[in-house]
């Protein structure tokens, strides 16, 4: 799990680099609002074409096998980010990652779904996603120290992408020496191949979860621009910007691990539907207050609300796939469905967001995003709600009431 958590924060680091240093890197890149906001797109539209087949690899190969391959892969394109290519050339490199990324995603989920006991799905997810928010707030911190040693030039951010890089190519060697070895049995590859699709594709929970996790990633993705946002409105320093993201991560360990112990307890969607009303609530005080260097506390405070809902519904939002009873031979495809709608925010919030920046300069820009995530976070609620309607639907035909 440790190996698998490391995983799920390394692999994304160089195409989520603009969370922490998005006006460094748009400076040393020389691109604007919206060329940034295509690389993210390039990106979220490999990972999209690529989910589908990725879930396909995970029911059929080791973790062994394909975590190495993302990890080194991802690690040699950040290499060569460093010198900071041409934006054509930019491009390519979000396409690689976002390849290497599928081919790793789903055999995480998997492998964390099999690895936990009856029970203990919502904990067994909670520490994945906990184990990803330690080390990814590690690795930002100590991100964001070299890059102010550095002197916070271009230069600077080169020397944090490179220690990036060495990190992936590191990580992807100690996986393949440390993950079991043994493939999946053959049951369950038999199941995969003849009726994994078959049950898949008409189960409606399948599409359910996918609009859940399409509506927490939509807030996930938006919640990148209180970096600038915190610079340009609240007028904090670059500096002081980068250290309240980074400080935003060390949240999602804490809110990860008690998503999953409260998913234990009273149930994986009862979790989800009270994390969405904090985050409708919240992205709601983002969009009509004042965004003014006097208000910069409450907006912190807020900012704070919003990534602990985040990261909780982020930490058990895959638990839903047990709770739902699909079928564990199915887990990787599932997966792969589940992402190819879910996190297709990666291609259209970074784009519409640059747009609103670049269009309605100043806190207008910023209102009508915030208004547009606190719309897409009510359709979450709404939507884990009836997954709800359902899951006490089956446990009163299967004679367990309402527990």
């Known amino acids: 799990m440790l190996v698998l958590g490391s995983a799920g924060t390394t692999l994304f680091l160089f195409p989520f680099l603009h969370e922490i240093y998005y006006d460094p890197l748009r400076l040393a890149l020389g691109q604007t609002n919206v060329q940034i906001g295509s690389l993210s797109s390039a990106y979220g539209l490999a990972s999209l074409i690529g989910y589908v087949p990725g879930g396909w690899l995970a029911d059929r190969f080791k973790p062994r096998t394909l975590l190495p391959i993302g990890l080194i892969g991802t690690g040699i394109g950040g290499a060569f980010f460093a010198s900071f290519p041409s934006y054509p050339f930019t491009l390519l490199l979000y396409v690689l990652w976002g390849a290497m990324t599928v081919v790793c995603w789903s055999t995480m989920i998997r492998a964390t779904r099999e690895w936990a006991v009856a029970g203990s799905q919502g904990r067994a997810f909670g520490l994945l996603e906990s184990v990803r928010g330690v080390t990814e707030g590690a690795i930002g911190a100590a991100g964001v120290a070299v890059f102010a040693w550095a002197g916070s030039t271009s230069g600077a951010l080169g020397t944090v992408i490179i220690g990036f890089a060495v990190l992936n190519i590191a990580l992807g060697i100690i996986a393949f020496f440390t993950l079991d070895r043994a493939a999946p ?219």
């Open 185 to 403: 049995s053959g049951a369950k590859l038999q199941a995969a191949s003849s009726s994994g699709w078959r049950e898949l594709l008409p189960n409606p929970d399948l599409w359910l979860i996918s609009l859940i996790v399409l509506s927490s990633y939509t807030a996930y993705t938006a919640l990148y621009y209180f970096t600038p946002y915190s610079s340009s409105m609240l007028e904090l320093s670059v500096a002081a910007a980068g250290a309240i993201a980074v400080g935003k991560i060390w949240l999602k360990p804490v809110a990860a691990m008690a998503a999953g112990f409260a998913a234990d307890r009273w149930g994986v969607w009862q979790t989800v539907v009270f994390a969405f009303a904090i985050l409708v609530a919240s992205m709601m005080i983002f969009a009509i207050s004042p965004g003014t260097a006097k208000n910069a506390p409450i907006m912190i405070a807020n900012l704070a609300c919003a990534s602990l809902a985040v990261f909780a519904i982020r930490g058990v939002y895959f638990a839903l796939i047990e709770e739902c009873r699909i079928p564990e031979s199915s887990t990787g495809s599932a997966t792969g469905l589940i992402s190819l709608v879910g996190f297709t925010p990666d291609i259209f919030v970074p784009p519409v967001a640059g747009y609103l920046l670049d269009s309605f300069p100043g806190e207008s820009g910023y209102r009508m995003l915030f208004g547009i995530v606190a719309l897409a976070c009510a359709m979450g609620l709404a939507t884990t709600a009836m997954i709800g309607r359902r899951v006490r639907s089956r446990r009163r035909s299967s004679g367990q009431g309402n527990a």
